[in-house]
């Protein structure tokens, strides 16, 4: 605390106690300490991610029947354990020991040899041991409730995984897309593709790629994509193209999107393209594809991300001619829940850290987390971090719900605008709140073999992967447009029943659904204003990151009220909500974010003293 600023003068902004001031004697054993090297700062101490975490197995345990819970809460123990012990040091040798390509053998054959570190297989054998993917799959579990068992298990993961959990996204959506589509039933590849992709025995278990970026556009698939196919017969064809950001290429197999021609013709635009099953490697070589070079990325360095020329890839065309984009979106939308399972998951692991940090560190005369200043800057970052962590069960309670076949109408409508929501919100929120949680260890954030940078590195990424904040944006304006505006209906009738809630609440909650209630009336009073306007829907466009962060901030808070509202509820779950609805505020919508006037505005501003003949 600080000194009583009155009786001893000092500064308000000195920290320092006055009683580190007095004068204290050394003997020259002390000081000579200095020669043998006493230097050393305590290292902050990982907890196990399950036991330590303040709200997921309280969350966790209202959201799953208590039979169901003890098994889940069995499992995810003794994974924390294993995280601590053995997982996490895994992860960090991955990280020292990038990938590599070796693209020529010393004669000059063309051998294209992908080097990865003993770690990350170790890594990806451990994955399915667990059962990562199989959990999510697994028929002999309740389907409602396995991927809450699951997406919980890959969020203790992720930070632990040397980004093995990227691999693991995309198995998880290529399984998901070969189950969605019923692609086992009418072709045997996939039927093997989808037990390998889910299947536990490290020795048999698959990974998937994820093949969509090109050169011409990686949010922009239909305009920019360059990949030919060139049937061979029925189903058959061979793929030329090159793919320009292609994830963990040390995949088993891979879905991918090409143009087929059709007697010499081929369609442009998104319509124009089909989704592709192929395998990377066919005995043991590879498949009419080259790896060009690795990527030299700012972060997921453990990753093996690289260019592929397709040079006559083998692949089976899986869906109906022009309904790649689609048939693909499966994938898109399970990477989307995995991505903002990652983007929290850091926030939870500089959170924890800080945190353990903060009770061994010294400054001024105190441990760190006696400093209010401090202090206020880790209950900030614990309180985004819950938020994030219900926003994203949240949508994954919602998938349960959806592949056990017991979601109603609404919930099915939510789960649809959630994921772009969740993915988005979480991607934004947490590349500031990391930056903060580094800085919480001063210079030692920003010092390489702590392993904290990385963090920061790693997460800047969940922002752009899997579709961009304002990608992401227009697929919440897709989902309006698809629905009618009825999914944004069953978003404002959730927020409300959350809110009525509150209301039976203390005063405390009460506000804080006082809060909620006027943030959503603004974001629907503002909507309801733009649908009036005469360049409606274009209008919507503008303002389609205002929407969809605003409805992010109202349902992560709305959450928080809810996890609040429960009869099990402790003080801070809602001093939590308060905080977040009220201290903040939800709605950041006007109509000011659908004005068209504002572009000449923001043309003007953005390129003022730019070379003008250039536009
Ligand atoms: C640890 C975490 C790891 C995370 C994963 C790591 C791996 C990372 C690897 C990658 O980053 S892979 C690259 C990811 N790329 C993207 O996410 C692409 C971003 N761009 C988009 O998402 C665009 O919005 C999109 C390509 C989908 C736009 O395509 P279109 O064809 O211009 O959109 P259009 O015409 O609106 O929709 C075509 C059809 O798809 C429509 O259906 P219908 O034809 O039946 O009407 C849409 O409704 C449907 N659709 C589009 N998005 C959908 C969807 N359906 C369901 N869900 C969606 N999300």
Same mark, same amino acid.
């Not at 693209?103 to 294209?112: E, H, L, P, S």
């Not at 693909?328 to 353990?356: E, P």
């Given at each position: 605390?600080?000194?009583?600023?009155?009786?001893?003068?000092?500064?308000?902004?000195?920290?320092?106690? @006055?009683?580190?001031?007095?004068?204290?004697?050394?003997?020259?054993?002390?000081?000579?300490?200095?020669?043998?090297?006493?230097?050393?700062?305590?290292?902050?101490?990982?907890?196990?991610?399950?036991?330590?975490?303040?709200?997921?197995?309280?969350?966790?345990?209202?959201?799953?029947?208590?039979?169901?819970?003890?098994?889940?809460?069995?499992?995810?123990?003794?994974?924390?354990?294993?995280?601590?012990?053995?997982?996490?040091?895994?992860?960090?040798?991955?990280?020292?020991?990038?990938?590599?390509?070796?693209?020529?053998?010393?004669?000059?054959?063309?051998?294209?040899?992908?080097?990865?570190?003993?770690?990350?297989?170790?890594?990806?054998?451990?994955?399915?041991?667990?059962?990562?993917?199989?959990?999510?799959?697994?028929?002999?579990?309740?389907?409602?409730?396995?991927?809450?068992?699951?997406?919980?298990?890959?969020?203790?993961?992720?930070?632990?995984?040397?980004?093995?959990?990227?691999?693991?996204?995309?198995?998880?959506?290529?399984?998901?897309?070969?189950?969605?589509?019923?692609?086992?039933?009418?072709?045997?590849?996939?039927?093997?593709?989808?037990?390998?992709?889910?299947?536990?025995?490290?020795?048999?278990?698959?990974?998937?790629?994820?093949?969509?970026?090109?050169?011409?556009?990686?949010?922009?698939?239909?305009?920019?994509?360059?990949?030919?196919?060139?049937?061979?017969?029925?189903?058959?064809?061979?793929?030329?193209?090159?793919?320009?950001?292609?994830?963990? @290429?040390?995949?088993?197999?891979?879905?991918?999107?090409?143009?087929?021609?059709?007697?010499?013709?081929?369609?442009?635009?998104?319509?124009?393209?089909?989704?592709?099953?192929?395998?990377?490697?066919?005995?043991?070589?590879?498949?009419?594809?080259?790896?060009?070079?690795?990527?030299?990325?700012?972060?997921?360095?453990?990753?093996?991300?690289?260019?592929?020329?397709?040079?006559?890839?083998?692949?089976?065309?899986?869906?109906?001619?022009?309904?790649?984009?689609?048939?693909?979106?499966?994938?898109?939308?399970?990477?989307?829940?995995?991505?903002?399972?990652?983007?929290?998951?850091?926030?939870?692991?500089?959170?924890?850290?800080?945190?353990?940090?903060?009770?061994?560190?010294?400054?001024?005369?105190?441990?760190?987390?006696?400093?209010?200043?401090?202090?206020?800057?880790?209950?900030?970052?614990?309180?985004?971090?819950?938020?994030?962590?219900?926003?994203?069960?949240?949508?994954?309670?919602?998938?349960?719900?959806?592949?056990?076949?017991?979601?109603?109408?609404?919930?099915?409508?939510?789960?649809?605008?959630?994921?772009? @929501?969740?993915?988005?919100?979480?991607?934004?929120?947490?590349?500031?709140?990391?930056?903060?949680?580094?800085?919480?260890?001063?210079?030692?954030?920003?010092?390489?073999?702590?392993?904290?940078?990385?963090?920061?590195?790693?997460?800047?990424?969940?922002?752009?992967?899997?579709?961009?904040?304002?990608?992401?944006?227009?697929?919440?304006?897709?989902?309006?447009?698809?629905?009618?505006?009825?999914?944004?209906?069953?978003?404002?009738?959730?927020?409300?029943?959350?809110?009525?809630?509150?209301?039976?609440?203390?005063?405390?909650?009460?506000?804080?659904?006082?809060?909620?209630?006027?943030?959503?009336?603004?974001?629907?009073?503002?909507?309801?204003?733009?649908?009036?306007?005469?360049?409606?829907?274009?209008?919507?466009?503008?303002?389609?990151?205002?929407?969809?962060?605003?409805?992010?901030?109202?349902?992560?808070?709305?959450?928080?009220?809810?996890?609040?509202?429960?009869?099990?509820?402790?003080?801070?779950?809602?001093?939590?909500?308060?905080?977040?609805?009220?201290?903040?505020?939800?709605?950041?919508?006007?109509?000011?974010?659908?004005?068209?006037?504002?572009?000449?505005?923001?043309?003007?501003?953005?390129?003022?003293?730019?070379?003008?003949?250039?536009?």
């Amino acid at each position: 605390m600080i000194a009583n600023k009155t009786t001893t003068n000092v500064p308000i902004y000195r920290l320092r106690n @006055i009683i580190c001031s007095t004068s204290t004697r050394m003997s020259s054993s002390d000081y000579k300490h200095a020669k043998t090297g006493k230097f050393t700062q305590p290292a902050p101490v990982l907890e196990n991610p399950f036991t330590s975490d303040p709200i997921l197995s309280r969350a966790l345990k209202r959201l799953i029947p208590q039979q169901e819970f003890v098994k889940v809460s069995t499992d995810l123990t003794k994974f924390g354990e294993r995280i601590v012990n053995e997982i996490d040091q895994l992860g960090h040798e991955a990280e020292i020991q990038p990938p590599q390509i070796q693209q020529f053998d010393a004669w000059g054959n063309r051998i294209d040899k992908l080097i990865v570190a003993p770690a990350w297989n170790r890594l990806k054998e451990i994955s399915a041991e667990e059962g990562l993917i199989s959990i999510g799959y697994d028929k002999s579990t309740d389907p409602e409730y396995r991927r809450l068992h699951q997406m919980s298990k890959l969020y203790m993961f992720h930070p632990a995984s040397g980004l093995v959990t990227c691999p693991l996204a995309m198995t998880d959506g290529a399984a998901k897309t070969i189950d969605e589509l019923k692609l086992g039933e009418k072709f045997p590849e996939c039927k093997e593709a989808f037990e390998r992709l889910t299947s536990r025995d490290p020795q048999n278990a698959w990974t998937s790629g994820q093949w969509m970026t090109e050169k011409g556009g990686g949010s922009d698939v239909g305009g920019g994509t360059d990949t030919y196919a060139e049937k061979v017969d029925g189903s058959n064809y061979t793929l030329h193209g090159y793919k320009w950001f292609s994830s963990a @290429i040390d995949a088993d197999m891979s879905l991918t999107l090409a143009r087929s021609i059709e007697n010499g013709q081929v369609q442009t635009g998104s319509r124009g393209l089909s989704l592709f099953y192929l395998r990377v490697r066919n005995n043991g070589q590879l498949n009419g594809l080259q790896m060009m070079r690795l990527k030299n990325k700012l972060g997921t360095r453990q990753l093996p991300t690289a260019e592929l020329l397709l040079d006559g890839v083998k692949a089976i065309k899986v869906s109906e001619e022009g309904r790649g984009v689609p048939s693909i979106a499966n994938m898109l939308n399970i990477t989307r829940v995995h991505n903002a399972i990652a983007s929290v998951a850091g926030m939870r692991r500089i959170v924890s850290l800080a945190r353990d940090y903060s009770t061994r560190r010294i400054a001024f005369g105190n441990t760190l987390y006696k400093w209010p200043l401090h202090l206020k800057v880790l209950a900030d970052l614990e309180i985004k971090t819950r938020a994030g962590l219900l926003l994203t069960l949240e949508s994954t309670r919602l998938l349960g719900k959806q592949e056990g076949g017991r979601s109603s109408e609404q919930e099915s409508l939510l789960l649809r605008l959630i994921t772009p @929501i969740a993915k988005l919100h979480t991607g934004k929120v947490c590349v500031p709140a990391i930056s903060e949680g580094i800085e919480c260890f001063g210079g030692q954030g920003y010092i390489e073999d702590t392993g904290l940078p990385g963090i920061l590195r790693d997460t800047q990424v969940t922002a752009i992967w899997e579709g961009t904040t304002n990608v992401l944006s227009l697929d919440v304006l897709r989902v309006f447009a698809t629905t009618k505006f009825a999914a944004a209906k069953a978003f404002a009738d959730r927020i409300k029943e959350i809110i009525s809630k509150a209301k039976n609440g203390d005063e405390k909650l009460q506000k804080t659904g006082e809060a909620l209630e006027n943030a959503l009336n603004q974001l629907l009073g503002t909507l309801k204003t733009a649908q009036k306007s005469s360049d409606f829907p274009q209008n919507l466009q503008r303002g389609a990151r205002d929407i969809s962060m605003t409805m992010g901030n109202i349902y992560s808070g709305a959450l928080l009220t809810e996890f609040a509202a429960h009869p099990d509820a402790f003080d801070n779950d809602r001093e939590v909500a308060y905080r977040y609805c009220v201290n903040q505020k939800l709605a950041t919508i006007s109509l000011n974010s659908f004005d068209s006037s504002n572009d000449s505005i923001d043309k003007s501003i953005v390129f003022e003293n730019y070379k003008a003949s250039k536009l």
